[in-house]
């Protein structure tokens, strides 16, 4: 579907931001973009209730903010 999509889950609980970062490190580059979607409540599905994901458009420059609003 033209990216790229990682999942994780624990048994009680939702990853950390630094457990997040870990994965990225794992399966992505470090100049990698990737992003935690919440998509339109319309649009919602939650199969799992802990289970957190990240994505990657593939050939897509993704806009970020500027490094001191991220931090």
């Known amino acids: 579907m033209g990216g790229e999509h990682g999942s994780v889950s624990l048994l009680n609980r939702c990853l950390n931001g630094r457990e997040m970062c870990f994965i990225k490190d794992v399966f992505w580059d470090a100049a990698d973009v990737v992003i935690p979607y ?22 897509v420059d993704i806009p970020t903010p500027l490094k001191e609003l991220m931090g």
């Open 38 to 59: 919440h998509p339109a409540k319309r649009k919602y599905v939650n199969r799992y209730e802990i289970m957190s994901h990240v994505w990657r458009p593939i050939g």
